[in-house]
């Protein structure tokens, strides 16, 4: 393994292959992608035009993130405003920080909490300058590391572990140098979206040591937290107040109005590149584990910052090796690496760390949301860690069990963030899936009870009366959901439950209009109803009769995806309502810039046109991801979007809830994927290297189309494989052709009425 040495300090760490082909800077500015060509010139993008990510160290699927900390939306890094559409405003005109804090989002938008908990600021100004920004430069980002330079001349680094973070400092230097610790921060330094702690209480536990708790949000983020600075004091402070000989803070109820920010500091002379290490362990169920979790992770030997950062990045080069790809230009190889990368951010899931219930097991939050996430990204982790995500379902069991229903949205946070605007029942497609599968030791007789449940709160009360709810798209999240749950239920020999719930999955039908093909007029949250018309239901036969057949349903895809239509103005900054108005009215695709439409590419298969779907695919790989901090189209909805990439690259995708995979050209002429169950190798003949955007194209490259399939030698009679085939492994034989084919045409995806 190749050894490279940084040019700011003298760190030797580990490089890989996959580690070498991430960017965490992509997707952390404003869209900034060249104007398309061709096909994606037709699409529209409504939602904000910014990834939302951020560059800071994290561990896959770990509990802990770090990043510099300026206050922007969402993440906290960066100079952008709350943005909901068009280009996002910038509140600042640079890059800059006030410290370095813990625990961010990825890539999401308007979710409420914003985290930013326990804030370090190295400074060699006194105190009272606590909270001014300083200007950074000098950036370096790296799976499990980052890296700035403030205009204070110091150096500071930040790596992670699963449940820790380590500071390292190198100072110039100063008479009185700091590093301070609030322990009031968070949120973001925007109106209304500041985080108060409700309770918190510190203590000094002996030299370089302290240990405390803060109630935020009606979570105990306990800390245990070391460091290294021989000579230096070490004190609490209170509203920017040193108290000399305190080794205790306590407050027992904090409003905005009352809250000072407090926390400790050392103080004390520095050399010119002298270091200090900061260790600080986290934990939900107390100082003592949190201290546990801190020793485990770094050990007792000192410093612990390369050894954190070193496994850190061998656990990311693990991850990121579940997928290896070949071919394709380094633009496109550095887009699907970072894709794969920020596939794996989210959601935390941190064992045996559960504040809600008392007994051992992964506890998961940062699910953000399962609107977001089930379409892609849950697939993506039933196929590489399967492990965590069965871990992820069995804690949104125990959220049902403790709170009464699944969430839509699960925060580190008292009380799930339901979202009930956004969907219903989305868990339910997920436990399908994974049962189909066969994944893990869930107690499927348990989760039933709690799927069967959930089926009837909120939303699905009217649906269990009426058949059909409003939001409209909600009568189609209910009916799939129905559908899955009865597939479980018919595999647990509960034949009864089984029929009732087949029955009711039928209810979908009730959504549309008689003649139309379309859903009825209803409200619609972030799209309108072409974007909800064509989801992928476990009746796509049916679906397609319900249009008028092929042709017909064929024809309404190509007026949603542009075909021949001229291109059109995207939202700029601060767009008015009657410009947004006009782009609804366009009923387009909206790109990969929102999320009900990002499977829509795949209707096409059930009308037996999956030449369409490369068409559609082929122009969103070229023409809507890019190199570079703008190089997302939209919010990259906690991972949600860059597993979109992920399978679309790889020629795959992904079907929630109906145990299925679609086939499509892939992007790279050969991968290998580390299946829960196997091995996949995807190879191609007839294969050509199209570039990408930032390639720097100036014309749609040439589209390709499947021409046959095989999988271990055998023909395929269409473009689709059952998951639970595909999770074997083995060996897809892709034959590709620069014109379409007759094959796959009359070999349809299965459906329910077939």
Request: net charge negative; aromatic share 10%.
């Amino acid at each position: 393994m190749a050894i490279l040495t940084q040019s700011h300090t003298s760190t030797r760490w580990s490089s890989h292959p996959a580690l070498d082909e991430v960017d965490p800077f992509i997707g952390t500015a404003a869209t900034d992608l060249p104007a398309p060509r061709g096909l994606a010139a037709s699409w529209w993008w409504p939602k904000p035009q910014v990834g939302n990510t951020h560059p800071g160290a994290t561990s896959p699927l770990g509990m802990v993130s770090a990043c510099a900390y300026s206050g922007a939306y969402p993440t906290g890094y960066g100079k952008y405003g709350k943005n909901t559409q068009g280009v996002p405003e910038e509140i600042y005109d640079r890059l800059q920080a006030s410290g370095f804090t813990h625990f961010q989002q990825s890539g999401t938008g308007m979710i409420r909490k914003y985290y930013n908990y326990v804030r370090v600021t190295p400074m060699i100004q006194p105190l009272d300058d606590l909270g001014e920004s300083w200007a950074l430069t000098d950036e370096e980002a790296h799976p499990g590391y980052y890296a700035a330079t403030l205009d204070t001349g110091i150096r500071c680094e930040i790596t992670v572990g699963e449940k820790v973070a380590v500071h390292r400092y190198t100072y110039p230097e100063s008479r009185s140098a700091r590093t301070v610790v609030d322990l009031s921060c968070g949120g973001l330094s925007i109106d209304r979206s500041r985080t108060v702690p409700l309770r918190a209480q510190v203590e000094l536990i002996g030299r370089g040591q302290a240990q405390g708790t803060v109630v935020v949000e009606g979570v105990p983020l306990s800390f245990h937290l070391e460091v290294d600075t021989p000579g230096w004091r070490q004190m609490l402070w209170h509203d920017r107040r040193l108290i000399d000989g305190g080794t205790r803070l306590d407050f027992d109820s904090i409003r905005h109005t009352t809250l000072r920010p407090f926390g400790l500091v050392l103080i004390g002379p520095a050399r010119a590149g002298q270091t200090v290490e900061l260790r600080i362990g986290f934990s939900l169920r107390g100082p003592e584990q949190a201290r546990e979790n801190l020793n485990r992770e770094c050990g007792t030997g000192l410093p612990a910052f390369d050894r954190v950062r070193e496994a850190t990045a061998e656990r990311w080069a693990d991850h990121l090796g579940r997928v290896r790809v070949e071919g394709g230009t380094p633009a496109r190889r550095t887009v699907f690496g970072t894709a794969l990368y920020h596939s794996l951010i989210k959601p935390c899931i941190a064992d045996d760390e559960s504040p809600f219930w008392p007994y051992g097991g992964p506890f998961a939050f940062d699910v953000c949301t399962m609107w977001d996430i089930y379409k892609t990204q849950l697939p993506l982790l039933e196929a590489i860690a399967p492990n965590r995500a069965v871990d992820l379902m069995e804690s949104l069991i125990r959220v049902a069990e403790e709170e009464g229903n699944f969430p839509i949205g699960y925060r580190m946070a008292r009380g799930a963030d339901r979202f009930f605007r956004q969907g219903s029942a989305l868990v339910h497609t997920a436990l399908a899936d994974i049962h189909a599968l066969g994944l893990g030791d869930l107690d499927w007789s348990w989760a039933l009870v709690h799927m069967d449940d959930d089926l009837r709160r909120q939303y699905g009360e009217d649906y269990f009366d009426k058949g059909v709810v409003h939001p409209i798209s909600h009568t189609l999240d209910l009916a799939i959901a129905h559908h899955c749950t009865s597939r479980i239920a018919k595999a647990l020999a509960d034949d009864q439950l089984a029929r009732n719930l087949a029955v009711r999955s039928g209810n979908w039908v009730n959504a549309f209009e008689p003649g139309t093909g379309l859903l009825q007029d209803s409200t619609f949250y972030e799209g309108g109803k072409w974007n909800y018309s064509f989801r992928l239901m476990h009746d796509m036969a049916a679906r397609i009769r319900l249009a008028g057949g092929d042709a017909a349903f064929t024809g309404m895809l190509d007026a949603f995806f542009g075909h021949g239509a001229a291109p059109v103005r995207q939202p700029g900054l601060s767009p008015s309502p009657e410009e947004m108005a006009a782009g609804y009215a366009l009923n387009r695709f909206e790109g990969l810039n929102n999320e009900p439409d990002m499977e829509v590419p795949w209707a096409y298969h059930w009308a037996g046109r999956p030449d369409r779907t490369a068409e559609v695919v082929h122009s969103a790989l070229t023409w809507q991801f890019g190199t570079g901090p703008g190089g997302l189209p939209g919010n990259d909805d906690s991972g949600g979007l860059s597993s979109w990439y992920v399978w679309a690259s790889l020629g795959l995708f992904p079907v929630a809830g109906q145990d299925l995979f679609l086939l499509h050209p892939p992007a790279f002429p050969h991968s290998v994927t580390q299946f829960s169950a196997g091995e996949l190798t995807v190879e191609t003949s007839g294969h050509t290297e199209t570039p990408i955007s930032s390639d720097g194209l100036d014309a749609e490259p040439p589209v390709q189309y499947l021409q046959s399939a095989t999988l271990d030698g055998k023909p395929l009679d269409g473009p689709h494989i059952p998951a639970h085939v595909l999770h074997r492994g083995g060996r897809l034989h892709l034959h590709l052709g620069a014109e379409p084919s007759s094959w796959g045409g009359s070999a349809r995806p299965p459906s329910l009425s077939d």
